[in-house]
């Protein structure tokens, strides 16, 4: 499985990016996608996660401000991030779960920074 992430990037604080990710390979169709960040010196955290169906997760940090979305039939999952704050500022991580397997994708850099 891979995962090929794009969008990221230098944005001002306010502004607004969109990141996404398309999965290959082998996978059950019914798995739950995700991204989740790295701040430099932090752990990795969960930002958003959302269900073959449907149904999604949001870290608190960005409740209100990002909105997850998916492609079943592309295999692909969005992440639209706004009113972006320098805290956002991190490496995203694209993440596939399959019955308990993690994929991960390589990072994208988001900077929020004026």
């Known amino acids: 499985v891979q995962l090929q992430a794009s969008g990221g990037g230098l944005v001002q604080p306010g502004g607004s990016q969109r990141l996404s990710c398309a999965a290959s390979g082998s996978f059950f169709r019914s798995n739950l996608m995700g991204w989740y960040r790295q701040a430099p010196g932090k752990q990795r955290e969960l930002v958003a996660t959302?269900?073959?169906?449907?149904?999604?997760n949001y870290a608190d940090s960005v409740k209100g401000r990002f909105t997850i979305s998916r492609d079943n039939a592309k295999s692909t999952v969005s992440l639209q991030m706004n009113s972006l704050k320098p805290e956002d500022t991190a490496v995203y991580y694209c993440?596939?779960?399959?019955?308990?397997?993690?994929?991960w994708g390589k990072g994208t850099q988001v900077t929020v920074s004026s």
């Open positions: 993440n596939l779960n399959s019955y308990g397997i993690a994929y």
């Open positions: 959302i269900t073959s169906s449907g149904y999604t």
